[in-house]
């Protein structure tokens, strides 16, 4: 269950922020899962490159290296070529949620997965999701509800859409409290249990 993914108010997060060591004045993105192709690490570096964003952000990847894919080398060459944007590495961390409570917005452009748990633990907390519209994301990420669906391999489209969240704060609480409803209706133990119930009841 999510009992560890839940929102928090904006000074546990400024304090939480600190701890991290994040900006406090960025607009923090999370990627959290393996940085290998098949997540499509590729296309969101790429769509890092073609952001147009007034704001600072920061872009906060966590979890292992599992093909080598040039992925610490274009992050450097992002951090020196970019004013407003920093690309961080934290390699694998076992304090996911507290990573997911001081960020601003989720983002999974993999090409392909089962139910991606991390999205639901990002959504439970609270976060606006972008993900790539394939079958497990799809039923936790409503296209514009509680946040974006783009194609896969879709660089240009996924920066459109951190783009547009990461300028608007107002989008960003909006689709942030959808995505604790739709987890809360959709994904609870009780909701599954009760499922499981009618199944059982019908048979």
Excluded at 28 to 54: P, S, V, W
Excluded at 60 to 70: A, M
């Amino acid at each position: 269950e999510w009992k560890n993914f839940y929102p928090i108010n904006s000074d546990k997060k400024k304090h939480l922020r600190k701890k991290l060591y994040f900006r406090e004045d960025s607009v923090i993105i999370l990627y959290a899962g393996a940085i290998n192709k098949r997540k499509g690490i590729i296309d969101l570096l790429e769509a890092i490159k073609h952001l147009t964003i007034q704001q600072n952000c920061t872009f906060v990847f966590c979890g292992p290296i599992l093909e080598e894919i040039n992925f610490l080398t274009i992050l450097n060459s992002i951090n020196q070529s970019m004013n407003n944007i920093d690309v961080i590495y934290r390699g694998k961390v076992n304090n996911i949620d507290q990573y997911m409570k001081a960020s601003d917005i989720f983002i999974l452009p993999s090409y392909s997965e089962g139910l991606p748990n991390v999205l639901l633990e990002a959504g439970a907390t609270g976060l606006p999701l972008i993900a790539t519209d394939i079958g497990g994301s799809r039923d936790i990420v409503k296209n514009g509800v509680n946040g974006y669906l783009v194609p896969i391999n879709s660089p240009k489209e996924l920066s459109k859409k951190i783009s547009k969240l990461v300028n608007d704060q107002k989008l960003r609480e909006r689709m942030g409290s959808e995505s604790i409803k739709i987890i809360e209706s959709n994904f609870s133990i009780e909701f599954i249990a009760q499922k499981y119930m009618e199944l059982y009841n019908n048979i």
